[in-house]
């Protein structure tokens, strides 16, 4: 299915997102169940095919089947002729697998200096207070030419610190140890929770997402995340940290005939769920730049009210599958969501919001000069690859072949923070046991020596007396022989 046009499916006619407008962005939104796994499938291998690299999080496992060609049957013969697609081949996908955790795919590991002081005071839910320590730590680092790499480096510069606040102090303000015992406290449970696996090297290059397979597709990066969204700070910060990485670091290079990048962040209400207000502007500011670094962003969710209206005013490319709305507010967030889309007055979005059927979505993307096309009711492309996971032995097989997951797969621990403070503070403990004990010794020779005492014993006052009696007896034995 040859297109340079990213096809979704067919409403009044085939409509899909224009590859020049893709880095504006998107979202797939719908309740749970509707179809959104296979629309994000449908879209990656789109790109994939354009010789896009993308990268995605598998929350459920499902999305391994793009390694796999899908197989025939009556529903997708069905929804093919109901598309109008004459050209339908099933085929697989170049995939590499990546994982935080090392298991599922290649390790991905990022060092606490590319992470930085604010993502690492999220992840640790700290207050006001512990986030200038926690800077602080890393400032000495710094300053100290100790390289941060893992959470060992940290904890043990968060403790210097505070075993040396009084010398300290004057140079970096009060030092609260209590404040430092609650991080350490948070620390723990973030290092319960597996946290510590993220952090070390060899660190993650985001370059290696970015490479095509010798046949020209994008490679379809799929981030295993089906132990990781059981810690959602940590899976969200990751991805925030991930797209930080882009921005800071691709070049400028304005509106391309196709994006260098496409990005997919599923769960993406994980991103905005509680999150300070310098956080929601450092992602604002990252979508509404990135793009002219030729990375597409798109979030999937289960409704468009869980993105700030802020980003979701940046998003250009919109598929939005059944709401259910049983409550008041559910009614409320449908209307919301309608109110997104560009009018149709061949289309009652408010009722057909209710009304979709498993893989059908209301749909509008951006056409010629950007601007938004009429919302239409689309019955969504079957994937050409494998809906659903792929077997464990097929995993291994292609985690065994990959060059990515050798290459991360052992972990480097250079000298850094930890062990640099750990001889500082051996030194400096020597140092003072060397101090205590000359101070020991010239303390013992400033003792004056006991004098001895000049009263004589009763033997040597008898026998000064004798020796002085037979002295005088010899000099008058002497005189009288004269």
Same mark, same amino acid.
């Given at each position: 299915?040859?297109?340079?046009?990213?096809?979704?499916?067919?409403?009044?006619?085939?409509?899909?997102?224009?590859?020049?407008?893709?880095?504006?962005?998107?979202?797939?939104?719908?309740?749970?169940?509707?179809?959104?796994?296979?629309?994000?499938?449908?879209?990656? *291998?789109?790109?994939?095919?354009?010789?896009?690299?993308?990268?995605?999080?598998? $929350?459920?496992?499902?999305?391994?089947?793009?390694?796999?060609?899908?197989?025939?049957?009556?529903?997708?013969?069905?929804?093919?002729?109901?598309?109008?697609?004459?050209?339908?081949?099933?085929?697989?996908?170049?995939?590499?697998?990546?994982?935080?955790?090392?298991?599922?795919?290649? /390790?991905?590991?990022?060092?606490?200096?590319?992470?930085?002081?604010?993502?690492?005071?999220?992840?640790?839910?700290?207050?006001?207070?512990?986030?200038?320590?926690?800077?602080?730590?890393?400032?000495?680092? *710094?300053?100290?030419?100790?390289?941060?790499?893992?959470?060992?480096?940290?904890?043990?510069?968060?403790?210097?610190?505070?075993?040396?606040?009084?010398?300290?102090?004057?140079?970096?303000?009060?030092?609260?140890?209590?404040?430092?015992?609650?991080?350490?406290?948070?620390?723990?449970?973030? /290092?319960?929770?597996?946290?510590?696996?993220?952090?070390?090297?060899?660190?993650?290059?985001?370059?290696?997402?970015?490479?095509?397979?010798?046949?020209?597709?994008?490679?379809?990066?799929?981030?295993?995340?089906?132990?990781?969204?059981?810690?959602?700070?940590?899976?969200?910060?990751?991805?925030?940290?991930?797209?930080? *990485?882009?921005?800071?670091?691709?070049?400028?290079?304005?509106?391309?005939?196709?994006?260098?990048?496409?990005?997919?962040?599923?769960?993406?209400?994980?991103?905005?769920?509680?999150?300070?207000?310098?956080?929601?502007?450092?992602?604002?500011?990252?979508?509404?730049?990135?793009?002219?670094?030729?990375?597409?962003?798109?979030?999937?969710?289960?409704?468009?009210?869980?993105?700030?209206?802020?980003?979701?005013?940046?998003?250009?490319?919109?598929?939005?599958?059944?709401?259910?709305?049983?409550?008041? /507010?559910?009614?409320?967030?449908?209307?919301?969501?309608?109110?997104?889309?560009?009018?149709?007055?061949?289309?009652?979005?408010?009722?057909?919001?209710?009304?979709?059927?498993?893989?059908?979505?209301?749909?509008? $993307?951006?056409?010629?000069?950007?601007?938004?096309?009429? $919302?239409?009711?689309?019955?969504?492309?079957?994937? *050409?690859?494998?809906?659903?996971?792929?077997?464990?032995?097929?995993?291994?097989?292609?985690?065994?072949?990959?060059?990515?997951?050798?290459?991360?797969?052992?972990?480097?621990?250079?000298?850094?923070?930890?062990?640099?403070?750990?001889?500082?503070?051996?030194?400096?403990?020597?140092?003072?046991?060397?101090?205590?004990?000359?101070?020991?010794?010239?303390?013992?020779?400033?003792?004056?020596?006991?004098?001895?005492?000049?009263?004589?014993?009763?033997?040597?006052?008898?026998?000064?007396?004798?020796?002085?009696?037979?002295?005088?007896?010899?000099?008058?034995?002497?005189?009288?022989?004269?």
């Amino acid at each position: 299915m040859k297109s340079d046009m990213i096809l979704i499916g067919k409403g009044e006619s085939k409509i899909g997102i224009h590859p020049k407008y893709a880095n504006r962005h998107g979202f797939i939104a719908g309740a749970t169940g509707t179809g959104k796994t296979v629309t994000l499938q449908c879209l990656a *291998e789109g790109f994939s095919s354009l010789g896009v690299p993308v990268f995605l999080a598998d $929350v459920k496992g499902d999305l391994s089947g793009m390694a796999k060609a899908g197989t025939d049957n009556a529903v997708v013969q069905k929804r093919c002729r109901e598309i109008g697609i004459d050209d339908f081949q099933f085929t697989s996908f170049p995939v590499e697998f990546w994982d935080l955790f090392g298991k599922e795919g290649a /390790k991905i590991r990022a060092t606490l200096e590319d992470m930085g002081p604010l993502l690492l005071s999220r992840l640790l839910d700290c207050n006001d207070v512990q986030e200038g320590l926690i800077n602080l730590a890393f400032e000495y680092a *710094e300053e100290n030419q100790m390289p941060m790499l893992d959470l060992d480096d940290f904890s043990t510069a968060l403790n210097y610190l505070g075993d040396n606040s009084k010398q300290l102090g004057g140079m970096y303000g009060r030092i609260s140890k209590s404040s430092i015992a609650a991080i350490e406290r948070r620390l723990l449970g973030f /290092k319960r929770q597996g946290g510590s696996e993220f952090f070390g090297e060899p660190a993650l290059d985001y370059h290696d997402f970015m490479k095509t397979a010798t046949d020209g597709r994008g490679m379809v990066n799929i981030l295993d995340a089906s132990t990781l969204i059981q810690s959602p700070k940590l899976y969200s910060t990751f991805l925030l940290w991930l797209l930080s *990485e882009l921005y800071e670091n691709l070049p400028e290079v304005g509106d391309l005939d196709k994006p260098k990048f496409v990005f997919f962040f599923d769960e993406a209400h994980l991103l905005f769920d509680d999150v300070p207000k310098v956080f929601l502007d450092e992602i604002e500011q990252v979508v509404r730049l990135i793009r002219s670094k030729g990375v597409g962003i798109y979030f999937i969710s289960q409704n468009p009210t869980d993105i700030p209206d802020t980003v979701l005013g940046q998003l250009g490319n919109r598929i939005q599958h059944a709401l259910r709305a049983y409550t008041p /507010k559910e009614r409320k967030a449908v209307k919301v969501a309608a109110e997104s889309f560009r009018d149709n007055p061949n289309v009652d979005v408010v009722t057909l919001l209710g009304e979709l059927g498993v893989g059908e979505a209301l749909v509008s $993307v951006l056409g010629e000069g950007g601007v938004p096309s009429v $919302v239409e009711h689309v019955t969504i492309r079957p994937p *050409e690859s494998q809906i659903g996971p792929i077997s464990a032995d097929k995993r291994t097989e292609m985690l065994n072949a990959s060059q990515y997951y050798q290459q991360y797969k052992e972990a480097i621990n250079r000298e850094s923070a930890h062990e640099m403070l750990n001889k500082r503070m051996k030194q400096q403990k020597q140092a003072q046991l060397q101090q205590a004990q000359t101070a020991k010794q010239e303390k013992r020779a400033s003792i004056r020596k006991p004098r001895r005492s000049q009263r004589q014993t009763y033997t040597e006052s008898f026998i000064k007396t004798l020796l002085r009696q037979l002295a005088n007896a010899i000099v008058r034995a002497l005189f009288k022989r004269r």
